[in-house]
């Protein structure tokens, strides 16, 4: 069974995204930021990130360099944003794929799917 | 004593005869008969010294042919006549044979006789004459008989004198009445060709010589040229080609010195003789002079005397000549002066008439700025029949973006009839250009004939070799080509196409650039096409250029002007979309994440939840409401997408030193020194100020963080010319960066630093390349580290006005 970390902010949206992929069949583990994901991180060794941008504390941008840092832990990230923008700048070289926040969550499950070769 | 009665006799005889009122012929005639009847001589016989000639003719004779009179010519010292007179001595011979001065005439009779006595006619010491007495018998003359008959010629040599005198005199007064004519006719008229020409005729008379020819000097060129001729000459054609350089031959040196050439022996000439000099015996040449100025000369050639025997020129034939060319030199000089002033004028009033048709022409193409009326308006100028009168015309433009020669405009009629009827229209109603012009419209006549169209599908590329039009673009001259199949010059294409036989181009030239070409022809009337209408031409062409040029940058402005309103009106909007935007997009994002939790847990539930449950209405409905929100979110956003650069016309500088300013605290607080050496004419770049601002944020607290311990920084911006771009480069002094990590610092995430994302070297590597720039790192390992930022520069568009502010502001922070 696949493990996923979702970092989020937004309660809501943790709660979510875990019920939606606990559905799908993966083991989910939840942080608020980036330093609680660290925590998680530092516990366990999760088979892929979603992880959002704008958090208070360690935010997406600071922890994913920490994660790309990292490198006997290579751990695929997907980016889960609102902001649009921000596409250009990370899809190129910073995750494997950015997919903006939307309430069906189809793109995000596929895309999953197809990191974790399934 | 007998003899000396005799003596007293013929004497008083003689001295009566001298006295005589009878003509010098007939006292001649007396005398001789008068020694043979009284002194019982065989014969006798007087030669007279001819006039002008160093020679003697036989005038008087008794016992001689009769028909030798005024035929034998002896020079001095040419027999024994000769040889007395010669000698001025008389001379006695008993046996003429054995004498080796003789010199036979045969059948003149004298070879009839055995001695002779041989007497000079002396006056004042001069030989005016010589009198010979013959004896058939053998006989030796007593001194007496010498002396007697010298005394005679004595006798005779004051009334040979008087008629010499006498004929002198009545040779000169018809010299002065022919002179008189000479003035009288030179001042009759004004006309050149005419006055010359009698100067030539009226000298040749005058003299009596072969033929006259009248060379002037042409001011421009110092040549002698044939302007007259009179007389016979075998080749004139040749003669009147011939161009005399000052100083070469009588003619040349004649009219350098101004001094007047006798020539009667032409081996003996004191100059060279030119060839057409050296075809005569003899020649006189006199200088024509005008206020000390030689105009030219005038020379005779070959006199003849009444009978048509050739004779040297006389000192006196000089003098006469000299007195005709002093009085025709100034009639000649009068005459040019007039053909001068009255060809000055009719240029002038030629010129008073190109000017007004050049005025008209100019006033219309003023008219208008619209490129197309105006190519019209030059056209019709061309072809006006009032105007440069050519058949047809058509105007080709340069177009410098493909390099071609581009026909604009033709004008001209399709036919002969149509040609015919379009002139004889025009030329019903006289019209003045200007009237024309505004009667004729900008729509009609012309647009649209079939000689317009296959002008506007005229395109040449701009290159050797494509025909006279491109070589009139090429080599900024125009062309005046006869024979338009035989000239290897010319373009058959074109001359098929358009029919050209003869023609005529000139360049279009504005500020030193040609922009176009026009070419003319006369097709229908054949008319030539002569150096005084390219003039014309030309001077239209010039006008054309610039009002050619004139229509361009007005419509080039029109355009620009245009842009800039369209431009103006797109920043406004886009200023206000960025406010809108920018709020849109916080209010979505904020939004966003509630909308996806509402959205999310929506679909979960609509999931659960069985068809048939009435609930399941409701849920379907609020996940249909939340897409329909989030497709409006994404579509608010949509407005607000900063990612993509905003380009704009951005001025460096002041964005560099925004940068500064921004960073100056800092700069302050760890004791950093800044120098700005920032060049007076740095060229706007086209791109979006806010990231190039963040570019430079980004490098300046970099360098400010490499020297948190102080430093010099090192701003310059510079502009690279040849390359286009504007240079800026941010040195340090913070020690460099370790050799190992150099190549790393634009990846993304990589830093040497405890604070920060990494990603500022990454971004600014990124926005400067979408500039279409590029950044280049220096690095000094132990000194410091110098980054190149080069932005491509809108050239052209230099700071001129901001520099002083510049050098200003510089000298404030040094």
Redesign the interface.
């Given at each position: 069974m696949k493990t996923i970390l979702i970092v989020d902010d937004e309660e809501n949206i943790r709660a979510l995204y875990k019920e939606e992929l606990a559905d799908e069949g993966y083991d989910v583990l939840l942080a608020s930021n980036g330093y609680e994901a660290l925590e998680v991180l530092d516990a366990h060794q999760p088979d892929a990130i979603i992880l959002d941008i704008k958090m208070p504390g360690m935010d997406g941008v600071n922890l994913l360099k920490l994660i790309k840092e990292r490198k006997e832990n290579d751990i695929p990230v997907i980016i889960c944003s609102a902001y649009e923008e921000y596409k250009q700048d990370f899809s190129l070289w910073a995750s494997e794929e950015y997919i903006v926040k939307s309430s069906d969550l189809t793109k995000m499950k596929s895309a999953l799917k197809r990191i974790l070769h399934e | 004593m007998g003899n000396s009665i005799i003596e007293f006799e013929v004497l008083r005889d003689i001295l009566k005869i001298s006295n005589s009122t009878l003509d010098l012929h007939e006292r001649l005639n007396q005398v001789v008969e008068e020694i043979v009847e009284k002194m019982h001589f065989d014969a006798c016989a007087i030669y007279l010294m001819r006039r002008g000639r160093e020679c003697l003719t036989l005038k008087a004779a008794v016992g001689l042919n009769a028909d030798f009179i005024n035929e034998i010519c002896l020079n001095v010292g040419e027999g024994i006549t000769g040889w007395v007179a010669a000698k001025k001595t008389p001379v006695a011979i008993r046996d003429i044979r054995s004498d080796e001065r003789r010199r036979d005439f045969p059948g003149c009779g004298e070879e009839n006789y055995r001695s002779m006595i041989s007497a000079p006619i002396l006056f004042l010491g001069k030989c005016l004459g010589v009198i010979d007495v013959w004896t058939v018998e053998e006989r030796a003359f007593t001194e007496n008989e010498i002396h007697l008959l010298f005394s005679i010629a004595d006798g005779i040599s004051g009334s040979v004198r008087n008629a010499q005198l006498y004929l002198d005199v009545s040779k000169q007064y018809e010299e002065l009445v022919a002179l008189y004519d000479l003035g009288r006719a030179l001042t009759s008229t004004l006309e050149f060709q005419e006055l010359i020409g009698l100067m030539t005729r009226k000298s040749t008379e005058l003299i009596g010589a072969g033929g006259a020819i009248l060379h002037l000097l042409d001011d421009e060129d110092q040549l002698l040229k044939v302007k007259s001729m009179y007389g016979l000459y075998q080749d004139p054609e040749l003669i009147s080609r011939t161009f005399v350089p000052l100083g070469e031959g009588v003619t040349g040196r004649v009219a350098q010195d101004g001094n007047p050439r006798m020539i009667n022996a032409p081996d003996q000439a004191d100059v060279e003789l030119l060839p057409s000099e050296r075809l005569f015996a003899s020649m006189l040449c006199v200088p024509l002079v005008v206020k000390e100025k030689v105009i030219g000369t005038l020379s005779l050639h070959e006199k003849t005397d009444s009978a048509g025997t050739m004779v040297p020129f006389h000192q006196d034939d000089l003098h006469l000549l000299m007195a005709v060319a002093n009085q025709g030199a100034m009639v000649v000089e009068n005459s040019r002066n007039f053909e001068r002033a009255e060809r000055l004028l009719r240029e002038n009033t030629e010129r008073a008439n190109d000017f007004a048709i050049l005025y008209e022409i100019s006033n219309a193409m003023n008219t208008t700025m619209n490129l197309d009326q105006l190519l019209q308006i030059i056209l019709k100028a061309v072809t006006f029949g009032g105007g440069l009168n050519f058949n047809r015309a058509v105007l080709l433009l340069v177009n410098e973006k493909t390099n071609t020669l581009q026909g604009m405009l033709g004008v001209g009629p399709d036919s002969g009839e149509d040609a015919y009827r379009i002139w004889s229209e025009i030329g019903s109603k006289n019209m003045s250009f200007k009237e024309w012009i505004s009667s004729v419209g900008f729509s009609r006549e012309g647009r649209g004939s079939r000689f317009d169209q296959l002008a506007k599908g005229i395109r040449i590329p701009i290159e050797y070799g494509n025909g006279v039009l491109v070589l009139t673009v090429l080599e900024r001259k125009g062309f005046n080509i006869k024979n338009a199949w035989e000239d290897p010059r010319t373009n058959p294409a074109i001359l098929e196409a358009m029919g050209f036989e003869s023609f005529a181009t000139v360049p279009l030239i504005s500020q030193d650039r040609v922009v176009g070409v026009i070419i003319v022809d006369n097709l229908y009337n054949k008319r030539e096409i002569t150096d005084e209408d390219l003039r014309r031409l030309e001077l239209c062409a010039n006008q054309a250029g610039l009002a050619i040029e004139n229509a361009r940058v007005y419509s080039d402005l029109e355009y620009a002007n245009r842009s800039l309103t369209e431009l103006q009106d797109r920043l406004i909007q886009s200023e206000k979309m960025a406010a809108l935007g920018e709020m849109a997009a916080s209010i979505a994002?904020e939004i966003?994440?509630?909308?996806?939790?509402?959205?999310?847990?929506?679909?979960?539930l609509d999931s659960k939840l069985d068809a048939a449950n009435p609930e399941k209405r409701y849920s379907r409905i609020i996940?249909k409401e939340?897409?329909r929100l989030?497709k409006v979110l994404?579509e608010v956003?949509a407005f607000?997408?900063?990612?993509e650069p905003v380009f704009q016309e951005c001025d460096v500088v002041e964005v560099l030193t925004d940068g500064l300013e921004v960073l100056e605290e800092g700069f302050a607080d760890c004791g950093i020194q800044v120098v700005k050496r920032i060049d007076g004419n740095i060229p706007k770049v086209h791109g979006d100020a806010n990231q190039i601002k963040q570019v430079f944020i980004n490098l300046l607290s970099n360098a400010q963080q490499a020297m948190s311990q102080g430093g010099v920084l090192t701003v310059e911006c510079t502009c690279d010319e040849t390359e286009g771009c504007v240079v800026i480069s941010v040195q340090d002094t913070g020690g460099g960066i370790a050799e190992e990590v150099i190549t790393n610092i634009f990846n993304?995430?990589f830093t040497t630093k405890h604070t920060g994302?990494?990603?500022g070297l990454s971004?600014t590597h990124r926005v400067v390349e979408m500039h279409g720039g590029n950044i280049q790192v220096k690095n000094d390992p132990g000194v410091g580290v110098t980054f190149l930022v080069t932005l491509p520069a809108k050239m052209g568009e230099g700071r001129e006005g901001s520099s002083l502010k510049l050098s200003v502001r510089e000298s404030g922070s040094a």
């Open positions: - | 994002h966003r994440n509630p909308l996806v939790s509402i959205g999310g847990f929506a679909r979960r996940v939340v897409a989030e994404q956003l607000s997408r900063s990612a993304p995430f994302t990494g990603l971004i």
